[in-house]
């Protein structure tokens, strides 16, 4: 005999999960951008998040010129997955710092 049926059930159990992959974080080639602004628009194929920086510290002002230096096109389902990150993120953060308020 080549097996009992417990082991062939998890023989069978194995072949039917899927292989999930090692991720391999590559930064050899990445580029870091300080962004205090964002916004985000969106259409029925993509979410678009666009990052930039406002340089005009002075209140009261009537136009605020904000430089954009990235633009990230996400597909809604990338989107969804980035906003589940950012909040368990931003929810371990508050509890180590405290809460931010906007």
Excluded: H
């Excluded at 391999?24 to 964002?38: F, G, L, P, Q, R």
């Excluded at 678009?48 to 010129?65: A, D, I, T, Y």
């Amino acid at each position: 005999m080549s097996g009992t049926g417990e082991e062939k059930n998890m023989s069978e159990q194995q072949a039917t999960q899927p292989v999930v992959p090692k991720v391999k974080w590559n930064d050899s080639e990445m580029n870091s951008t300080y962004a205090n602004v964002c916004n985000v628009m969106g259409t029925r194929e993509e979410i678009m998040v666009l990052f930039g920086s406002n340089k005009n510290w002075q209140g009261n002002q009537e136009e605020v010129e904000v430089m954009l230096s990235q633009r990230i096109l996400l597909t809604p389902y990338a989107a969804k997955r980035l906003q589940i990150m950012l909040d368990m993120g931003l929810k371990e953060y508050e509890k180590r710092f405290g809460e931010i308020k906007l």
